[in-house]
Every structure is written in C-alpha cells, then in structure tokens.
C-alpha cells in the first residue's frame, strides 16, 4: 500500500496510529526521553482474537514464545488515550534498538524515519517476507507497552516510517529517545 522504490532500497511505511506516549505534550520529565527507550518489533500472532478469547474465558495461557502485552489506543479526534487493548505479541524481537542506525523527524507529517543495519534490514525482510501481507501485524513496543500494530502492507527492508503520532512535539520526543538508545 505505502511503498515507495529509492534505488535498491525498498521504504515502507507503517499505517495506523501511534499513540500519546504521555499525559501532556509539555512534560519535560518524559520518562521514555530521560531513561532511554527500549524499541523492539515483535510479530503478532496471527489467532490473535480467538487467542485473547480464550486466555479470558478459560483462563489458558498464551502459546509457548508468545506473552500478552496492552497496546493503548488514542482517540484521533482529541489525542487522548481511550484505554489499553490485550493483544499477543511473540517475546523474540525480529529488530531493537540495537539495529537502528539512524532515526529521523518527520515534523510535517508527526511520523519517524528509521534506518536500520544491514542486519536489522535483513530480519525485517525476512520476517515480512513470511507474512500474509495485509493480514498479518507487527507490534512497535516502546518501553515495555505496544504502542502500535500496524498490518504489514509490504515486505519491510532497512528503512521504515513510523506514522500517525499525535504531534510534533512527541514525533521530536520519540526520536530523541531511540537516537539516544542508539547511541548507549
């Protein structure tokens, strides 16, 4: 849907929303900018609705590799949280932090350009490359909680945007987190 040819370079983008990541846009004590933010895509399980259904109604556990994490969900309207959504996520990251080269503002448009290794590139595009492209989702975990589970539209390589932050103020926030994750 959002792919874009650079060269040998495939760029996609990540549609959905990404959440407020914090009660005011001028909290200058974010904890995801003073602590550092902890980055990691992680696959979603593909049963994930009757997994949830049944992890409620029989109290089961989620499948082996897999853990249920809270994914918020803001109201677009207003950018306000609405609440927290369960949803299963395998515990191994296909990329973290670790694989972020480089990453990048895009005020205009409240979205966030990442560039990952040459090794991240190549987990990503494998991982997507296995998926069922607009059915399958991949979860963005910022600090321990799924802010976002986009469906994978393409086969994902080493550059990807992030879109629909709530500003241009936590766009700037969330980028200064992961370069300086990166950079430890």
């Known amino acids: ?30 904890p995801m900018v003073q ?5 990691a ?11 949830l259904k049944m992890i409620q109604a029989e109290g089961v556990k989620p499948p082996l590799d897999y853990s249920v994490y ?9 950018g306000r949280i609405e609440g ?29 350009h990442i560039s990952l290794s040459k090794e991240g590139g190549k987990r990503l595009s494998k991982t997507t490359g296995q998926m069922a492209l607009g059915r399958d989702r991949i979860g963005t975990i910022l600090k321990d ?15 990807l945007v992030i879109s629909g932050l ?7 926030r969330v980028t200064k987190a992961l370069d300086e994750r990166r950079k430890k």
């Open 1 to 30: 849907m959002f792919r874009h040819l650079s060269g040998p370079i495939v760029k996609a983008l990540f549609s959905g929303f990404f959440c407020c990541l914090c009660a005011s846009a001028n909290n200058a004590k974010d």
């Open 35 to 39: 602590e550092g933010a902890s980055f």
């Open 41 to 51: 895509l992680r696959v979603a399980h593909p049963q994930n609705t009757q997994i």
């Open 70 to 78: 809270q994914m918020r969900s803001l109201d677009l309207v207003n």
């Open 84 to 112: 927290e959504t369960p949803i299963v996520l395998g515990n191994d990251a296909i990329v973290s932090a670790s694989h972020i080269d480089q990453a990048r503002a895009i005020k205009a448009k409240n979205s966030i």
């Open 145 to 159: 909680k799924c802010i976002i589970t986009p469906y994978v539209q393409a086969v994902l390589n080493c550059n």
């Open 166 to 172: 709530k500003d241009a103020d936590e766009t700037q």
